[in-house]
């Protein structure tokens, strides 16, 4: 339903790195564009980590979100202004300005939320996709819960210094 296609394959790659890890390779995995959000990537990463831990190979899940506010506007700017020249930029162009911004917020609230539930870029999603995919602020509060038990550091961007 509200996971792309795309999923199926990633399934199977996830599963196929995991099953040729050796003792002397190091997996990486970069959740980042064109995955599944993080609540279908849950239950990998906690795969990846056991397998990791059987063979004696350190493991360490982070992400970095941004604060709500700058993210909305940094996504406004260059998701729905008219700078915007990807094929997947979203529901036309608009100004760039506070009442565009605030219309956008109203009829997209959550955006990062919705991003981390079903799909962690937007690349190639049609606007029909929010239609059927939607988050609440129940689905906002499972995720962060998801985020502590699956990943070791969740930092932000506008903390980054600081905290590393």
Request: some cysteine; charged content about 20%; aromatic content about 10%.
């Amino acid at each position: 339903p509200c996971i792309p296609s795309k999923e199926k394959d990633y399934k199977r790659h996830i599963l196929k790195q995991i099953n040729i890890q050796s003792n002397d390779k190091t997996l990486l995995l970069e959740i980042h564009g064109g995955s599944p959000g993080l609540e279908t990537m849950a239950p990998y990463i906690q795969k990846l980590r056991k397998e990791s831990l059987e063979n004696n190979k350190p493991f360490f899940a982070f992400t970095l979100m941004r604060d709500p506010l700058p993210f909305t506007i940094s996504y406004f700017k260059f998701y729905h202004g008219a700078g915007c020249k990807y094929p997947w930029c979203e529901h036309g162009h608009y100004a760039i300005n506070e009442e565009n911004l605030l219309a956008s917020a109203q009829v997209h609230p959550n955006q990062q939320c919705f991003l981390l539930k079903h799909l962690s870029a937007i690349e190639g999603m049609h606007p029909s996709f929010y239609k059927k995919c939607h988050v609440t602020a129940d689905d906002c509060n499972n995720l962060y819960t998801t985020m502590k038990s699956t990943l070791d550091w969740i930092g932000t961007t506008e903390r980054l210094s600081v905290d590393t």
